[in-house]
């Protein structure tokens, strides 16, 4: 990664794998059984298949780039990294991404706009320290 130790970007980390495949049985897993859906991220901002508009708006305004990455792809970026997922964080340069919002602060029940004041909040007091 080369990014200079100013560059900041966010992290939404999916708790799903990345691929056609586990993209149509997570589809499939929202639909039958949203409650035991294990990605409380994907079922708060997608609906069957795509990006719910609020969520898209929101990641449009927020003051840090944002990446997307499914656990597969975050796990072998970040090979060390031990967090539960799915997890958002925000990464500085080439340190380690800091945790902003753990997987015990989603549920699958939330709505796209508590979702939001979350990230909103975590992002206010990490930035305000910085």
Not at 16 to 44: N, Q, R
Not at 118 to 129: I, S, V, Y
């Amino acid at each position: 990664m080369d990014q200079s130790p100013a560059k900041r970007r966010l992290l939404f980390v999916y708790n799903a794998d990345g691929g056609m495949l586990s993209a149509l049985i997570d589809a499939a897993h929202k639909l039958v059984s949203p409650a035991t859906y294990p990605c409380a991220l994907c079922a708060i901002t997608y609906g069957a298949v795509a990006m719910r508009p609020e969520w898209r708006e929101a990641v449009l305004r927020l003051p840090v780039p944002a990446q997307f990455l499914h656990r597969d792809e975050y796990r072998k970026e970040f090979p060390a990294s031990t967090e539960t997922l799915p997890a958002i964080f925000l990464q500085e340069g080439d340190a380690p991404p800091a945790l902003l919002v753990a997987a015990a602060q989603m549920s699958n029940d939330q709505s796209v706009a508590q979702l939001i004041a979350l990230l909103d909040g975590a992002l206010n007091r990490t930035l305000d320290r910085s």
